[in-house]
């Protein structure tokens, strides 16, 4: 099993463009999870999916969008991108509300400028 | 919803020494507390987690434990080395509707020294 993956790894984007960050996890999880992390802060959710076709809002979710057509795939939308997204942005995905553990994938780099 | 604090937000030890990070939590519900470890540039791995209905856990050099009453769970590393040096970060599974989720604090870079 690959885990759960991300792409791209690192991205540079112009103020007021939009990308899409993927995420695709190959161990049959339920529940996908996106996060960012800025310097010397700790994990704020930004959406969260509990099977496909079902999203909700984490913490902070203005700016970004999600889906999620299939089990395998959680892609974030930013749209509009603005200094404040520059950030290291992780997804992560868990099995179950029984089996909690949460599984990271390893990263995008983002920077807005 | 659930709310974490984690100190200290540094700690700096001697090769050999103990290591211990607290963290408190407010959401009494709380079932479930992890600990995740991340290298630099590397992404967060679970290391150690403990459930409600636990009081302290082992893992060789690692153990966490948790007071349900003063709702605060810390975690022990004994016997530090240098790749022990990152940043951990506590969490605390939210209660209800969104147990599903994990409320993270805001982490403690812990340097080993040689």
């Known amino acids: 099993n690959a885990g759960v993956t991300q792409t791209p790894k690192f991205r540079i984007l112009k103020i007021g463009q939009s990308m899409t960050l993927q995420c695709t996890q190959d161990m049959n999880h339920n529940y996908m999870y996106w996060y960012r992390q800025d310097p010397g802060m700790g994990l704020k959710l930004i959406y969260y999916s509990v099977g496909a076709g079902i999203t909700d809002k984490g913490e902070v979710p203005n700016g970004y969008n999600v889906s999620r057509s299939t089990t395998e795939d959680f892609p974030l939308r930013l749209e509009l991108a603005a200094p404040s997204q520059t950030s290291v942005y992780f997804c992560?995905?868990?099995?179950?509300?029984?089996?909690?553990?949460?599984?990271f994938g390893p990263g995008t780099r983002l920077t807005v400028t | 919803g659930e709310n974490v604090e984690q100190h200290p937000s540094t700690l700096s030890v001697q090769e050999g020494d103990s290591a211990v990070i607290k963290c408190t939590y407010s959401d009494s519900a709380s079932n479930y507390f992890p600990w995740y470890k991340q290298e630099l540039g590397k992404r967060p791995q679970l290391i150690i987690d403990?459930?409600?209905?636990?009081g302290e856990k082992k893992d060789q050099r690692i153990a966490v434990t948790l007071n349900k009453t003063a709702k605060h769970f810390s975690l022990h590393i004994t016997e530090t080395q240098p790749e022990d040096s990152a940043v951990y970060f506590c969490?605390?599974?939210?209660?209800?509707?969104?147990?599903?989720?994990?409320?993270f604090g805001k982490g403690t870079l812990l340097t080993v020294n040689p």
């Open positions: 992560a995905s868990s099995y179950s509300s029984v089996y909690y553990e949460q599984y």
């Open positions: 403990i459930r409600s209905n636990v």
């Open positions: 969490a605390a599974r939210d209660s209800g509707g969104s147990n599903y989720k994990l409320t």
